[in-house]
């Protein structure tokens, strides 16, 4: 990759002089990224992620002048999706809490009842518990090592390596049941 | 049913298999569409440099005289330590002068510019130093 093509240095060409090219350039290359982590953070639910993955790269531009660039620029930009995701995901439960107390939503199918009916690898991973799945997904999609991971998610280390340990266990059980290779 | 897959298949499949990459579609061009206006560049103008200007003689104005009070204190002390309070407060008045012209100068927007170009200049550079 060339000097002129790393994200510090696209950075700085937003920084210096506001330049769009080089801002679209960071968000076509991160897009996939933050999406995939704000459908997992979302359960699914696309719209909502998409909305937030907007949020998260307007929000990058107004802080960039934040950004150290010591970091990882991917690792920045998920911290502030994880962050506007946890801050929409409070306001909704507030304004359920407030709308219909005594209701509670109704339930969708169950992950293993999914499973049994799609039978693949969303379903299989959708099994786990919310935070093993964010362990697995910011470890093994993201390519984050431990420590970033522990950051990204604002958990210790080692509660990251259980969620990480008790996810793959879960999911070895359920993959022998198919091969992986297929 | 199959034998469970080995610690090392497991990790393979979910860094290949699971790894789904989200398309664009779009996605860039409306993140960019919603940007705010690209503010016209900007140049410093005598409306901006003005203020500066006058913070900036002001301060070298008070110098001198701080400079003569703070020797006249010298002497006073040496001389005679006692008559040396009304040169302490004249110096505390200058220095409390000049903390509120730093003040000022920090708050206006002129200067703003200049403290956000230095920032933007220091990204490049320890950019371009680290690569």
Not at chain 1, 52 to 73: C, D, K, M, V, Y
Not at chain 1, 89 to 109: I, N, T
Not at chain 2, 53 to 73: G, H, K, N, Q
Not at chain 2, 97 to 104: E, G, K, R, W
Request: glycine letters at 4%; proline letters at 4%; one cysteine or more.
């Amino acid at each position: 990759m060339s000097t002129s093509n790393t994200d510090s240095s696209l950075v700085a060409r937003v920084l210096l002089e506001d330049d769009r090219e080089a801002f679209g350039e960071l968000v076509a290359r991160h897009q996939s990224a933050v999406r995939g982590f704000l459908r997992h953070l979302c359960r699914g639910d696309a719209a909502t992620a998409d909305d937030l993955a907007q949020e998260t790269f307007l929000l990058a531009h107004r802080t960039l002048a934040r950004f150290e660039t010591a970091g990882r620029f991917d690792t920045w930009l998920l911290g502030l999706a994880f962050n506007l995701q946890r801050n929409a995901s409070r306001k909704q439960r507030r304004r359920e809490f407030e709308a219909v107390p005594e209701e509670l939503p109704e339930e969708g199918p169950t992950p293993a009842e999914t499973f049994a009916q799609k039978q693949d690898v969303a379903a299989a991973l959708a099994q786990l518990s919310n935070e093993e799945q964010l362990a697995i997904h910011a470890c093994y999609h993201q390519d984050l090592s431990h420590p970033e991971a522990a950051a990204l998610l604002e958990m210790p280390l080692g509660t990251l390596k259980s969620h990480l340990t008790r996810g793959k266990n879960k999911l070895r059980e359920i993959l022998s049941h198919w091969s992986l290779h297929s | 049913m199959k034998p469970e897959p080995s610690d090392e298949e497991l990790e393979q499949w979910l860094r290949t298999h699971a790894k789904a990459t989200v398309p664009d579609d779009g996605f860039t061009h409306t993140v960019l569409s919603r940007l705010p206006a690209k503010k016209a560049a900007r140049s410093l103008t005598w409306k901006q440099i003005a203020p500066v200007v006058a913070i900036l003689s002001t301060l070298i104005s008070l110098l001198y005289p701080f400079l003569d009070t703070l020797e006249a204190l010298n002497r006073t002390l040496a001389e005679n330590p006692a008559a040396a309070v009304g040169d302490t407060v004249r110096i505390a008045g200058w220095l409390c002068a000049a903390a509120s012209l730093v003040v000022v100068a920090l708050a206006l927007k002129p200067l703003s510019f200049v403290w956000k170009g230095s920032l933007g200049a220091w990204h490049q550079f320890t950019s371009a130093f680290r690569a």
